[in-house]
């Protein structure tokens, strides 16, 4: 089975709103609607849940209202609803991948997990399934998607971290096991991969393409 996990659960300080992240309102739509939208066109993905946070409260009520999302810890058969809320700790970005991975483990250690972060809008369908069929040709357990750095560097766009002139995008595939994995970086020239919804003014930006 493949599940498409979007990770929702940061506090999104960066952003400097008093909107949870997730649902930041872009052109009158929250972006998670269109992180959701893209995964839902994916040919390949068979499941999708949303990865919330007691930092997210107000998303998780939205994904609850709008989706009708039940929470994946008292029904995880998959069988009523394609889309699902989790509840994470929100002790961190790796605290919070471990206790998935544990969770999904204990169900199946041969599930294929997507995660991408909430904050990308752009990443459509095709960019989905074109890394994933990236994935399924790999022989390792585990893949990073990365960016030239340059593709920031042409849209004026900030990035923290950069190795050997790459950016991570914040879409990574794990096989559902909490252990160290062995990794494949796919490099990808794509502007789509690069804006990620971190501040006002890239959310600005990001509108246009929209």
Same mark, same amino acid.
């Given at each position: 089975? &493949?599940?498409a996990i979007i990770m929702a659960g940061g506090?999104?300080?960066?952003?400097?709103?008093?909107?949870?992240?997730?649902?930041?309102?872009?052109?009158?739509?929250?972006?998670?609607?269109?992180?959701?939208?893209?995964?839902?066109?994916?040919?390949? &993905?068979?499941?999708?849940?949303?990865?919330?946070?007691?930092?997210?409260?107000?998303?998780?009520?939205?994904?609850?209202?709008?989706?009708?999302?039940?929470?994946?810890?008292?029904?995880?058969?998959?069988?009523?609803?394609?889309f699902f809320y989790f509840e994470t700790p929100?002790?961190?970005?790796?605290?919070?991948?471990?206790?998935?991975?544990?969770?999904?483990?204990?169900?199946?250690?041969?599930?294929?997990?997507?995660?991408?972060?909430?904050?990308?809008?752009?990443?459509?369908?095709?960019?989905?399934?074109?890394?994933?069929?990236?994935?399924?040709?790999?022989?390792?357990?585990?893949?990073?998607?990365?960016?030239?750095?340059?593709?920031?560097?042409?849209?004026?766009?900030?990035?923290?971290?950069?190795?050997?002139?790459?950016?991570?995008?914040?879409?990574?595939?794990?096989?559902?096991?909490?252990?160290?994995?062995?990794?494949?970086?796919?490099?990808?020239?794509?502007?789509?991969?690069?804006?990620?919804?971190?501040?006002?003014?890239?959310?600005?930006?990001?509108?246009?393409?929209l």
């Amino acid at each position: 089975m &493949i599940i498409a996990i979007i990770m929702a659960g940061g506090k999104g300080e960066r952003l400097k709103t008093n909107c949870e992240k997730p649902i930041y309102p872009i052109k009158g739509k929250p972006l998670i609607d269109y992180v959701i939208s893209n995964i839902n066109q994916s040919k390949i &993905i068979d499941n999708v849940v949303v990865a919330v946070s007691p930092h997210t409260s107000n998303t998780k009520d939205y994904l609850i209202k709008e989706y009708s999302m039940k929470k994946l810890q008292e029904d995880s058969s998959f069988k009523d609803s394609k889309f699902f809320y989790f509840e994470t700790p929100g002790n961190g970005y790796v605290e919070d991948l471990s206790f998935i991975l544990s969770f999904f483990e204990n169900d199946s250690p041969n599930h294929t997990l997507f995660f991408i972060n909430s904050d990308l809008p752009l990443v459509n369908s095709q960019i989905i399934d074109y890394v994933l069929d990236s994935y399924n040709k790999s022989s390792k357990p585990a893949l990073s998607v990365s960016v030239p750095s340059d593709i920031f560097d042409e849209y004026g766009l900030d990035y923290s971290f950069e190795f050997n002139g790459n950016v991570p995008s914040g879409i990574n595939i794990l096989v559902s096991q909490d252990v160290i994995q062995e990794e494949e970086e796919l490099i990808i020239r794509c502007m789509e991969l690069a804006f990620n919804v971190n501040t006002v003014p890239t959310a600005i930006s990001i509108s246009k393409f929209l």
